[in-house]
């Protein structure tokens, strides 16, 4: 019976609010996404509460999926930096080429002998499991906390085979249609053609986009992001239309082109991509999810679960071994490279063509083969979302909880911070190039990483997964803003403060923010002074709390006096149950919470006046700052602190 149309528009936004709600419901019940997402698709779908019908918009659905896959591929480019793909390029060469080798033919020869099924179904089968998938492996390894090289390979293997794996399964679709000697040499011709040309466009368009971001006021602020997307979609579309199939490998690599561009709105840029591909691939598996029929899954019958077991336990395991020998890396990043390889929504949304064009073609099997991937989707995002964490544990390839403060800056003020921090219960490593400081920072028993806090030897070192966050208060603002930079961008770490003097106007408060760190002290700290007067020994540190009904803010002249600004510094801050933080220019103080304080001896008394008339009492009886222990030159030179 033919059911009544919908609106087109309708059933697009209702996929899109599923696919949210889903999401959002997957982040607090700590659960894959992309599991929830599929449940959600297939209780909506047609086979349970028919709210969302794939029928309905089946003539705009291919163009809904090409628009995602070139936003959610030139995402997954943008947050690939080459550098680290450097270090691992060996094992993700492999993987792309071996590895979808063994995949392709495990695979084939699985569904042949499982289900049954022709060589030619068996074989496009294979193609459309090659690919594994960004969207799935980049939350996955970031919520299991693994370390960088398997990291690196992971979402390296995730990005890069994803336009490699659906042009090469396009291509043999209509080569095994059509199968004949001629069409198989054009398909090969095809294939090479798609991705060095795609590559050739991506790579040409990515430095033009690069180029037109890289100056501020070029393109106007409000607009960035959107002629950022409006330029991937023209290069999808215009790659494929002189290339057919090359618009996959061209949004990619214009990805990795603009991610590792220095431009003036990265940052900007990728929390704008990282959510329009997150309601995409919303609305998408929920769209596809709903498409595919219980029926066609149940008719797979126990061969489908032979068949997807095998992938996992066997196909997976050969493959990561032959592309791993020789590599360096050890037996346990080995066995876990091949626990983890979920697919995600290129996988979907090529299975999805697939049933189409086969459909047209009036070739039987296609509801059949996008049955048995999406088996293959919900199964591998499944086993590795709820299993990884504990496979990686167990194995031993997991990174330390992050804990403790790295401080760039062993200078007076950045000592006073590290000891309040340590007084507080908190460990604190120091990073600096001055041997003095250094070594005076090693005489008050803080770990010391001697180097340049821009160099990325130094960074590698000093390992800045392991810490809670980092604190750039050297007295020069640029590196410490060079700093915040690279740590956030290069680094991953997550949480930044930089001491930079707003009322010297070098650097703005945008520029902070837009760098994704935050302003030490709220931007009121003037470190050349401070430092002067913490090497005279003329400084207290003191804990208040504030006792006043409404909340004050730290920027500005709220939280302390504009008069007296200049005598009082707010270090840390403390909310009740929770972790001391650095102050910021987004700190807010409510009733009860306390504030340690570095306060100019000679004008305390103003100092303490004040903050007594404003609610605040005292909690911690006042420390005299000491000055650093004075660094013998010799034993510093001799012996420069290093970790």
């Known amino acids: ?24 419901a997957a982040h607090h019940l700590r659960l894959p996404g992309i599991v929830l997402l599929l449940v959600t698709g297939a209780a909506l779908g047609p086979d349970a509460l028919a709210v969302i019908r794939p029928d309905d918009v089946r003539d705009a659905l291919p ?28 094992v993700i060469q492999r993987l792309i080429t071996i590895g979808s080798t063994v995949t392709l033919l495990g695979a084939t020869l699985a569904a ?28 996955l390894v970031r919520r299991i906390r693994l370390q960088k090289d398997l990291r690196t390979i992971l979402e390296g293997e995730g990005v890069l085979i994803d336009p490699v794996g659906a042009i090469f399964a396009v291509v043999m679709l209509d080569v095994l249609l059509q199968p004949s000697l001629t069409s198989a040499v054009t398909g090969f011709i095809e294939i090479s053609a798609g991705l060095g040309l795609g590559a050739l466009f991506g790579f040409l368009t990515g430095h033009a986009m690069a180029a037109a971001l890289r100056w501020r006021g070029l393109v106007p602020e409000a607009l960035e992001n959107v002629f950022v997307l409006s330029a ?16 996959l490998a061209a949004v990619t690599v214009a990805g990795i082109v603009v ?76 066995a876990f490279l091949a626990w983890m390889a979920p697919r995600g929504i290129v996988a979907a949304a090529v299975a999805s063509f697939f049933a189409l064009k086969m459909e047209a073609a009036g070739v039987e099997g296609g509801a059949a083969l996008q049955a048995l991937v999406f088996l293959v989707i919900a199964i591998t995002v499944t086993l590795n979302g709820f299993t990884g964490g504990f496979i990686a544990s167990l194995l031993g390839v997991r990174l330390p909880p992050a804990t403790g403060w790295l401080i760039v800056g062993a200078g007076p003020l950045g000592l006073a911070l590290g000891r309040a921090l340590r007084d507080a219960g ?79 106007g070098h650097l703005t ?87 340690t304080f570095l306060v100019l001896e000679s004008k305390r008394d103003e100092v303490v006046a004040w903050l007594t008339e404003h609610d605040w009492r005292p909690v911690k009886a006042r420390q005299k700052v000491e000055p650093a222990a004075e660094a013998d030159p010799e034993a510093a030179a001799k012996s420069p602190a290093i970790t």
């Open 112 to 139: 042949h002998f499982a289900l049954g099924w022709t060589w030619l179904m068996s074989f496009l089968f294979g193609t459309l499991v090659i690919v594994t998938g960004p969207t799935v492996v980049a939350p």
């Open 509 to 595: 408060p945008d520029m902070i923010q837009n760098i994704s760190a935050s302003l030490l002290f709220a931007g009121n700290c003037d470190p050349d002074a401070w430092s002067v007067t913490l090497r005279k020994a003329e400084a207290t540190v003191e804990t208040w709390e504030y006792r006043g009904r409404s909340f004050v803010e730290a920027r500005g002249d709220a939280l302390v006096s504009a008069r007296l600004q200049s005598a009082v510094l707010p270090l840390l801050h403390k909310k009740w149950g929770r972790r001391v933080m650095p102050v910021s220019e987004m700190t807010r103080v409510r009733k009860r919470q306390k504030i």
């Open 259 to 334: 991610g590792n561009a220095r431009t003036v709105v990265r940052r900007e840029l990728a929390e704008f991509k990282e959510q329009l591909t997150m309601l995409f691939i919303g609305m998408l598996f929920v769209l596809l999810a709903a498409d595919v029929r219980l029926a066609d899954i149940q008719s797979l019958g126990t061969g489908g679960l032979i068949t997807v077991a095998a992938l996992i336990l066997v196909v997976r395991p050969v493959g990561v071994a032959l592309c791993t020998l020789r590599s360096g890396l050890s037996f346990r990043k080995r």
């Open 63 to 90: 163009h809904l999926v090409s628009f995602a896959v070139a936003v959610i591929l030139f995402e997954g480019g943008l947050n690939l930096k080459i550098r680290r793909l450097r270090r691992a390029s060996g």
């Open 426 to 504: 908190q460990s604190v490593t120091f990073l600096d190039s001055s041997a003095d400081e250094s070594h005076a920072a090693e005489e008050d028993d803080f770990p010391v990483i001697f180097g340049n806090a821009l160099e990325e030897s130094t960074l590698l070192r000093a390992n800045l997964d392991r810490f809670t966050g980092g604190i750039a208060v050297t007295p020069n603002e640029e590196l410490n803003f060079l700093f915040a930079a690279r740590a956030r961008d290069d680094f991953g770490l997550a949480r930044i403060w930089a001491a930079i003097q707003l009322r010297n």
């Open 1 to 24: 019976m033919e059911h009544e149309v919908l609106n087109p528009g309708l059933t697009i936004t209702l996929a899109l609010l599923a696919g949210l709600t889903a999401q959002t």
């Open 232 to 247: 991937v979609l023209v290069l999808y579309h215009a790659s494929d239309a002189i290339q057919p199939e090359s618009g």
